[in-house]
């Protein structure tokens, strides 16, 4: 059997922070298990899957909102895959445009430096 954990074992496990967690659960992406009577949450290996699930999506550069929406589609007993497949494929562009982006100022970099560099070479020779 598992053993619940406090939310400060939670985001030990999770490697993140208890503000993190906090602010999922006022987002309503992650609940506590149990609440006991001092207050404190708890949590279940459900809970540290979740969380897990939600962290790996915020470093993919999903949003809240869409994370929201895959977590209450995963949520659904039958579920029907369209929403979450239209939505890994969003994303999927997005991450590809951004990958453009980057690529192209990583080469604009390159060139511009070697410009420089070239320059900085041809005024030495006057030194």
Same mark, same amino acid.
């Given at each position: @059997? ?8 939670? #985001?030990?496990? #999770? ?10 659960? =006022?987002?309503?992406? %992650?609940? +506590?298990?149990?609440?006991?009577? /001092?207050?404190?949450?708890?949590? &279940?290996?459900?809970? %540290? ?18 994370? *929201?929406?895959?977590? *209450? *589609?995963? *949520?659904? +007993? ?8 239209? %939505? !890994?494929?969003?994303?999927? =562009?997005?991450? &590809?445009?951004?990958? =453009?982006?980057?690529?192209? #100022? /990583? ?10 560099? @070239? !320059? !900085?070479? =041809?005024?030495?020779?006057? %030194?």
């Amino acid at each position: @059997m598992y053993r619940m954990l406090s939310i400060s074992q939670l #985001a030990k496990k #999770a490697e993140t922070t208890i503000d993190t967690i906090r602010f999922y659960e =006022k987002k309503g992406l %992650l609940l +506590p298990k149990m609440k006991a009577i /001092n207050n404190y949450r708890y949590y &279940d290996q459900g809970s %540290l899957d979740k969380l897990s699930f939600i962290l790996n999506c915020r470093s993919l550069g999903i949003s809240i909102k869409d994370i *929201e929406s895959l977590c *209450e *589609e995963l *949520e659904t +007993p039958n579920q029907n895959c369209t929403k979450v497949n239209n %939505l !890994i494929k969003k994303h999927t =562009k997005e991450l &590809d445009n951004r990958i =453009k982006q980057l690529t192209s #100022a /990583n080469s604009n970099m390159r060139c511009d430096s070697f410009k420089s560099h @070239m !320059i !900085i070479n =041809k005024l030495s020779k006057f %030194l």
